[in-house]
């Protein structure tokens, strides 16, 4: 979290990939390129423990870690993930987590919370065991959305359910956190997407709900706030210098 109370929660986003920091764009993870440079400043391609520290000379506590070869099928980024565990305050982590080991296994790596994705979750039974087995308290739903159609694993929920109904079985589960996750546009310049955002907060009053994917500025966060978000996860808008938290809204 920021240091200014007025800033919502801005969690720092690292994608990793073959154990390289990429820099997301749209959602084609396998052509994401390795990030070169924060704000300005070059760094070794992929070096993701210096894009975390970079994070945390703006003031940044906590930090989401994508494991894009967990995501894709193949073995967790291990030694990655215990990097950047040993480098952030909190650490959040997306590795295609779908059971209970799994999230357990990402607390024994240093993962503060444990993100679990729809777009991978087989059904809402298993979010609710892994709510029960690592506590709720430490598991983030990521809600994941293309142009507002919510992604699934062709699981037990159907493609397209509303993202609205999916936000009230997840807090019927356990779920106080949740975040909008908006694949179409990570990286894209778009801004974020309001009407998503917006239909999740009424459906879950009580959840801590973030937003993922298009902040470019101080005027986005702006607009979250008054959609009813509490944070947003942000990687672009950060490394390429446009949006500093330590600044006053």
């Known amino acids: 979290m920021t240091s200014d109370a007025r800033w919502p929660r801005i969690v720092g986003v690292i994608d990793l990939r073959d154990g390289l920091a990429v820099h997301a764009r749209g959602g084609a993870r396998e052509a994401y390129p390795a990030v070169v440079a924060v704000a300005g400043r070059e760094i070794q391609p992929g070096d993701a423990p210096t894009v975390a520290g970079f994070y945390r000379e703006l003031g940044l506590e906590d930090v989401y870690a994508a494991d894009l070869d967990a995501i894709a099928g193949r073995r967790w980024q291990v030694e990655g993930i215990r990097a950047l565990a040993a480098t952030v305050p909190h650490l959040w982590l997306d590795a295609a987590i779908t059971q209970p080991a799994d999230a357990q296994h990402a607390v024994t790596l240093g993962a503060s919370r444990v993100v679990v994705g729809l777009e991978t979750l087989p059904s809402y039974p298993a979010l609710r065991a892994i709510c029960e087995t690592v506590g709720r308290e430490r598991v983030v739903l990521s809600l994941d959305v293309r142009d507002g159609v919510t992604?699934?694993?062709?699981?037990?929920?159907?493609p397209g359910t509303s993202a609205a109904v999916v936000a009230t079985r997840a807090v019927d589960c356990g779920v106080r956190t949740i975040?909008?996750?908006?694949?179409?546009?990570?990286?894209?310049g778009r801004g974020c997407n309001l009407d998503t955002i917006s239909s999740v907060r009424q459906a879950a009053p009580g959840v801590t709900l973030l937003a993922g994917g298009g902040v470019r500025?101080?005027?986005d966060?702006?607009?979250?706030?008054?959609?009813?978000?509490d944070g947003a996860l942000i990687a672009t808008a950060l490394l390429s210098g446009s949006l500093r938290p330590n600044r006053a809204l």
């Open 151 to 158: 992604l699934t694993s062709g699981g037990e929920i159907d």
């Open 221 to 229: 966060l702006r607009q979250l706030i008054d959609a009813g978000c």
């Open 217 to 219: 500025d101080e005027g």
């Open 179 to 188: 975040i909008v996750l908006d694949l179409a546009r990570v990286g894209a």
